[in-house]
């Protein structure tokens, strides 16, 4: 079963509104998070890596105004794109780290399309 | 510098043939190999993983690969495909045992015909 829930799937969204992706741990406490976005045919872009009780630490070339992340529990971390424009729209996809003694493996969410109009 | 490299962007396969789908990567330090399969507007499921021990790990449904050493390499194959394993396929490579620490190739786009 999953292990790692995302929400929404999908969102529209008018220019210059912000909108609010939740990614959920279900059955494990993580204190790290991962923030990726795709566009179409393409790999994965790291954006951030989400912490729990702390600030986000986020990759080079990633607005940390635009991309709020929050990490407020164990279970929960949210990606707020603030003032959204037509060019942020992509598919956003969070993850969460299991490590040492849990398998050293990512497992990723469904994944939010957000589409900015 | 770790880099991943899935040297085929695209492979289409006729239905109940084998296929192969290359994935080298570069590392000077031990690491974890993963291959995980994307299915359109989905988000990324974990097919299989290497972490240690025998070089051949098998995954869902029906995959397998093969961690080469002295050839960097862990191909993944199936011996006769679906037309469901039509997906996005990709290889990432963990250094480190941090989760920030994954490195993913390209992608190989899998098309089986029918």
């Known amino acids: 079963g999953a292990v790692v829930s995302q929400h929404p799937s999908r969102v529209i969204c008018k220019s210059g509104t912000s909108v609010k992706i939740e990614c959920r741990s279900l059955?494990?406490?993580?204190?790290?998070m991962f923030w990726y976005r795709q566009f179409p045919k393409q790999s994965l872009m790291l954006m951030a890596t989400?912490?729990?009780?702390?600030?986000?630490t986020y990759e080079q070339g990633v607005e940390k105004d635009k991309f709020l992340i929050n990490h407020a529990s164990l279970t929960l971390s949210t990606l707020t794109v603030t003032s959204a424009h037509p060019e942020d729209s992509s598919f956003y996809i969070c993850s969460v780290f299991w490590g040492q003694g849990y398998g050293n493996t990512i497992y990723f969410g469904e994944g939010s399309w957000l589409t900015v109009v | 510098a770790q880099s991943v490299t899935q040297l085929d962007s695209q492979v289409p396969v006729f239905e109940e043939a084998p296929v192969e789908l290359r994935c080298n990567y570069s590392?000077?330090?031990?690491?974890?190999l993963f291959w995980y399969v994307q299915y359109p507007n989905q988000g990324l499921q974990l097919l299989l993983k290497y972490l240690s021990g025998s070089t051949l790990v098998k995954g869902i449904n029906g995959f397998e690969a093969e961690f080469n050493k002295s050839q960097t390499s862990f191909h993944l194959r199936k011996p006769s495909v679906h037309i469901s394993d039509t997906a996005e396929y990709f290889c990432a490579v963990s250094v480190g045992g941090t989760g920030n620490q994954f490195y993913f190739g390209t992608g190989t786009s899998l098309t089986v015909i029918p």
């Open positions: 590392s000077s330090v031990s690491v974890y």
């Open positions: 989400s912490n729990e009780g702390s600030k986000a």
């Open positions: 059955d494990f406490q993580a204190t790290t």
